[in-house]
């Protein structure tokens, strides 16, 4: 996430819809990825205050910027959709005449928009189904009083959510029943967001041979999978070979997992970075990981920093624990790096990259740790 500021100097932050300051209405622009303070003209267009472009773009609210979602993207003044990038990709909500079901489906769209910017921050393609029948689509269900629960998944571009997992008591009932050290909206959509750029990104490409060298065979029967997974637990040296017990039954769901954690490794990065914490002279010593842990040979340059970045986030991990252990809160980042993790997280990497000649490289770490 960017630092934002208002004009008036006041900070802004991501899901702000006024600044505190000055009273200013505040929005997100999908298409330039910036957030800040705009001006109401004559016709009821909005611009953003002392934009200097000539002309200045015009916007319409997101029409859910009132309503449960509360929403603060911007819809451009010549598109005639009436909602926002994110907005669109939502296809079903729960009856908001529910308990509770307002508040969380504020919360379930807050997750989602965090989440989409980190994915437009890698230059990933973001289609809407309404657009492309292979595009995303959104479904956050709740599940029937005398009913089967929802089950959270993906299928096909679309991702269901059950909107229990916005309430803290659900989220935690079940991280106790599954042995999960993490269960938060922002990695559930994460997560399933793997499944689906998996078949973008992976499923029928040149990848996908190194993806089964690297994660095993997906073409495993993968209910029989879920069902060995549930019965007998991940195998015993799981965490020596998965980011998590849940990445170690079934190739997909190792990829998903993985593929989560690097958008929170990359996400938690850009953060710090953005604001500016340095952590140069913490007293930790940690052995780095080196390049043996790479996917595939990379330029020094590029491999250099890719682990510089992984490399931070061991150290930044450790401050951030210590730090919430100190309020008494849960670590912030429950995971241990082994280096099957990073050379798969490497292999997320360099797919996210691509082909290009010049491969993206990971964010300049702003932490003076291992070389960043």
């Known amino acids: 996430?960017?630092?934002?500021?208002?004009?008036?100097?006041?900070?802004?932050?991501?899901?702000?819809?006024?600044?505190?300051?000055?009273?200013?209405?505040?929005?997100?622009?999908?298409?330039?990825?910036?957030?800040?303070?705009?001006?109401?003209?004559?016709?009821?267009?909005?611009?953003?205050?002392?934009?200097?472009?000539?002309?200045?773009?015009?916007?319409?609210?997101?029409?859910?910027?009132?309503?449960?979602?509360?929403c603060n993207w911007l819809v451009p003044a010549e598109d005639p959709a009436a909602f926002c990038l994110s907005c669109s990709l939502t296809r079903t909500i729960p009856a908001l005449d529910r308990p509770r079901n307002v508040e969380r489906l504020r919360d379930l769209e807050a997750a989602k928009r965090r989440v989409l910017?980190?994915?437009?921050?890698?230059?990933?393609?973001?289609?809407?189904r309404t657009h492309d029948p292979e595009g995303l689509?959104?479904?956050?269900?709740?599940s029937p009083p005398d009913g089967p629960p929802v089950l959270t998944g993906h299928t096909a571009g679309v991702i269901t959510l059950n909107v229990a997992e916005a309430d803290s008591d659900y989220?935690?009932?079940?991280?106790?029943?599954?042995?999960?050290?993490?269960?938060?909206v922002i990695g559930h959509l994460r997560h399933e967001l793997g499944h689906h750029y998996w078949d973008v990104l992976v499923r029928d490409t040149s990848w996908q041979e190194s993806f089964r060298a690297v994660f095993g065979d997906e073409r495993a029967d993968y209910?029989?999978?879920?069902?060995?997974?549930?019965?007998?637990?991940?195998?015993?040296?799981?965490?020596?070979?998965f980011i998590s017990r849940y990445a170690a039954s079934?190739?997909?769901?190792?990829?998903?997992?993985?593929?989560?954690?690097?958008?929170?490794?990359?996400?938690?990065?850009?953060?710090?970075?953005?604001?500016?914490?340095?952590?140069?002279?913490?007293?930790?010593?940690?052995?780095?990981?080196?390049p043996d842990a790479l996917f595939m040979p990379e330029p020094a340059e590029a491999?250099?920093?890719?682990?510089?970045?992984?490399?931070?986030?061991?150290?930044?991990?450790?401050v951030l624990n210590e730090t919430a252990r100190s309020m008494g809160q849960p670590d912030t980042y429950p995971f241990v790096l082994n280096?099957?993790?990073?050379?798969?997280?490497h292999f997320v990497h360099c797919v996210i990259s691509g082909d290009r000649a010049a491969r993206t490289p990971p964010p300049p770490v702003a932490l003076a740790v291992a070389g960043g």
């Open 223 to 241: 209910a029989a999978a879920l069902e060995r997974y549930y019965a007998e637990g991940p195998p015993a040296d799981w965490q020596g070979r």
């Open 117 to 128: 910017f980190s994915l437009q921050n890698l230059k990933l393609p973001i289609v809407s």
């Open 303 to 318: 491999g250099a920093a890719f682990l510089a970045w992984i490399n931070a986030m061991v150290v930044l991990a450790a």
């Open 1 to 70: 996430m960017q630092a934002f500021q208002c004009a008036c100097g006041q900070p802004l932050f991501f899901a702000n819809l006024t600044c505190l300051g000055c009273g200013s209405e505040v929005a997100y622009d999908p298409r330039r990825r910036t957030l800040g303070p705009l001006s109401r003209r004559a016709d009821g267009l909005w611009a953003f205050q002392g934009d200097a472009r000539n002309p200045a773009p015009l916007f319409r609210l997101c029409t859910h910027r009132g309503a449960a979602a509360a």
């Open 171 to 184: 989220r935690d009932k079940h991280r106790d029943l599954l042995q999960e050290h993490y269960r938060t």
């Open 250 to 290: 079934h190739p997909w769901e190792d990829w998903a997992e993985t593929w989560a954690q690097y958008l929170h490794i990359r996400s938690t990065l850009e953060t710090v970075t953005a604001y500016r914490l340095d952590i140069s002279q913490t007293p930790l010593k940690a052995t780095p990981f080196g």
């Open 339 to 345: 280096r099957p993790t990073v050379t798969k997280l």
């Open 137 to 142: 689509a959104f479904d956050f269900l709740e």
